[in-house]
């Protein structure tokens, strides 16, 4: 927008055009790889939703809402994890980092996982927002995981976070990702308002407050 000498705008205020444009200049001027300018449009995506997302809350008038897991708790939960279930920390990464709910994560299989590129093609059928899916890119903390859990060895049909989390044949419904955190919520002493499906939102939030 600078270089466009365009005034400033607020996030509720961004148009597609300026959207179109932008992913345009990236591929087409700038000549960058389509893992960059998906990286980009995921960002812009789900920067959408949360805003909708923030709007729907702000104008409730329920006190149990959910609010957004703060980054020091984030911390506490990963550090929690790197000890007592890593299978669980992975789901968690997945969540935290990609911007994926849980029920999302559930879907995920061997065969949706790129290792050389570091993506996921997410199960189409059953994802959320499926109309808007790309490609995935997930960060080095999360390949290093999944290395050192050997799910590249794993057979491809078998789903990632199988019962317990592990990778089976079965499909596990998001409801035990659920469970598990509020286990975990307790032991922890989290705010009994914390909930799993947040880990996407808390992650979006922690990544806007990167940006210069």
């Not at 148009?15 to 087409?28: D, N, P, S, T």
């Not at 290093?144 to 990632?160: A, F, G, T, V």
């Not at 598990?180 to 002493?189: A, D, G, N, Q």
């Amino acid at each position: 927008m600078k270089k466009q000498k365009l005034k400033n705008k607020y996030s509720i205020e961004l148009e597609i055009k300026i959207v179109h444009e932008f992913l345009y200049h990236i591929f087409f001027v700038k000549k960058l790889s389509v893992r960059t300018r998906d990286t980009y449009l995921n960002f812009i995506r789900e920067l959408g939703n949360f805003r909708l997302n923030y709007n729907a809350q702000k104008h409730s008038h329920n006190k149990k809402n959910s609010v957004l897991i703060k980054e020091e708790d984030i911390i506490r939960l990963f550090s929690y994890l790197e000890n007592e279930n890593r299978h669980f920390l992975l789901a968690c990464y997945f969540m935290y980092y990609c911007f994926m709910t849980h029920r999302d994560v559930s879907f995920i299989k061997i065969k949706h996982i790129n290792f050389d590129n570091c993506t996921i093609a997410p199960c189409l059928e059953n994802i959320e927002n499926r109309n808007d899916v790309v490609l995935i890119h997930f960060p080095k903390i999360i390949y290093d995981l999944l290395l050192e859990l050997k799910i590249d060895k794993c057979p491809s049909e078998n789903y990632l976070f199988g019962n317990d989390f592990k990778n089976a044949k079965q499909w596990q419904d998001g409801n035990q990702f659920n469970k598990y955190f509020l286990k975990i919520r307790t032991i922890l002493e989290f705010p009994s308002n914390y909930r799993i499906y947040r880990l996407k939102d808390s992650g979006i939030s922690e990544m806007l407050k990167q940006m210069p």
